[in-house]
């Protein structure tokens, strides 16, 4: 398997644009994380999903982030407008639940460094 | 609510030297604790984990003990190697119904030759 594929790898956008970040989990996995890497904050849990319905997203700043699963092979990140503040690096990561919850290894794509000018 | 506090960083040390990472937790409930470790440039991956008091979670020749009475799960590592040169996370997990990591901030480890 070719693990959690994230795209773009690195983006550069301008204050005020829409940004859209994209994951593939790995086949097979049902839950589904976005995570926000800062220098300040650490790594903070944005949202996850089980099944392609999201369980938390009480981790997603303010009404202009989104996330969507529309399938089980995909999932979006969308910020809009993009303010210089979201600049970060965005994880999404994947798991499957094999037997205790207890015992789940998380999997995570190698991210997208976002910066907003 | 549950966190993790890790020691802070940056540590730097010279090949060969022992390593020791602390990490604390606090939890509503009984968790799994985890290290993960992150090479420059990459995603996190899961180094050792343990599940219940008194585990030894081990891997590529790091350990840490899971210690309920300390609320601890401290990494360690006898001899280090540049390559060891990393970001280090300490995390955990109540399983159950809502299940999420949660993270600390994560350890700059830097290894010198």
């Known amino acids: 398997d070719a693990g959690v594929i994230q795209s773009p790898r690195h983006e550069v956008t301008e204050m005020g644009q829409e940004v859209t970040l994209r994951c593939k989990p790995i086949s097979g996995h049902d839950y589904l994380f976005w995570y926000r890497q800062t220098m300040m904050r650490g790594l903070e849990l944005l949202i996850y999903?089980?099944?392609?319905?999201?369980?938390?997203d009480s981790g997603m700043p303010e009404d202009r982030f989104s996330a969507k699963m529309p399938n089980a092979s995909f999932s979006t990140l969308k910020i809009q407008p993009s303010e210089p503040r979201d600049s970060a690096v965005y994880f999404c990561?994947?798991?499957?639940?094999?037997?205790?919850?207890?015992?789940?290894?998380?999997?995570f794509g190698q991210g997208t460094r976002l910066t907003v000018v | 609510g549950d966190s993790v506090t890790q020691m802070e960083g940056p540590v730097t040390l010279s090949e060969e030297a022992f390593l020791t990472i602390n990490c604390t937790y606090t939890?509503?409930?009984?968790?799994?604790l985890f290290w993960y470790v992150q090479y420059p440039g990459e995603g996190l991956q899961l180094l050792l984990k343990a599940t219940k008091a008194d585990d030894k979670g081990s891997n590529k020749g790091f350990e840490a003990t899971y210690r309920k009475e300390t609320t601890s799960f401290h990494l360690e590592k006898g001899s280090v190697q540049v390559s060891d040169s990393a970001v280090y996370f300490c995390a955990l997990t109540l399983g159950g119904s809502n299940y999420k990591l949660t993270f600390g901030k994560g350890t700059l480890l830097t290894v010198n030759p």
């Open positions: 939890a509503t409930g009984y968790p799994s």
């Open positions: 990561a994947s798991s499957s639940r094999t037997g205790s919850m207890r015992n789940t290894e998380a999997f």
């Open positions: 999903f089980n099944n392609n319905v999201p369980i938390d």
